[in-house]
């Protein structure tokens, strides 16, 4: 999430110094937050490996938190969608 939040904050500076570059950055938001959920689940994976049984309810909270990243990660690029729009210019 740190890297996530860095991310966005880079976004906010491309598009006031660097324009050209929010494309790039905003396509990088998503690919980590992915990254970060699949680590998320294997971490998981191995908890629950070493612990035996997990009821449903533990189980499926970790999943819905594992995929936190990946939302904010896609929220990240939509802003930057929203911000390539912003910019473009008018015919």
């Known amino acids: 999430m740190t890297l996530l939040t860095l991310i966005l904050i880079a976004l906010f500076l ?3 110094k660097a324009p050209a570059w929010v494309r790039e950055i905003g ?3 998503p690919v980590l ?3 970060a959920a699949l680590i998320g689940i ?3 994976g ?3 490996e070493t612990a035996g049984s997990i009821p449903q309810g533990v189980l499926w ?3 819905r938190v594992s995929f936190i990243p990946t939302v904010y990660g ?3 690029y939509i802003i930057s969608l929203i911000i390539r729009i912003i910019q473009k210019p008018r015919i």
């Open 27 to 29: 396509t990088i938001a």
């Open 61 to 63: 909270g970790g999943l």
């Open 14 to 16: 491309a598009a006031w």
């Open 33 to 35: 937050g992915i990254i």
């Open 74 to 76: 896609l929220l990240i």
């Open 42 to 44: 294997m971490m998981a």
């Open 46 to 48: 191995k908890v629950i």
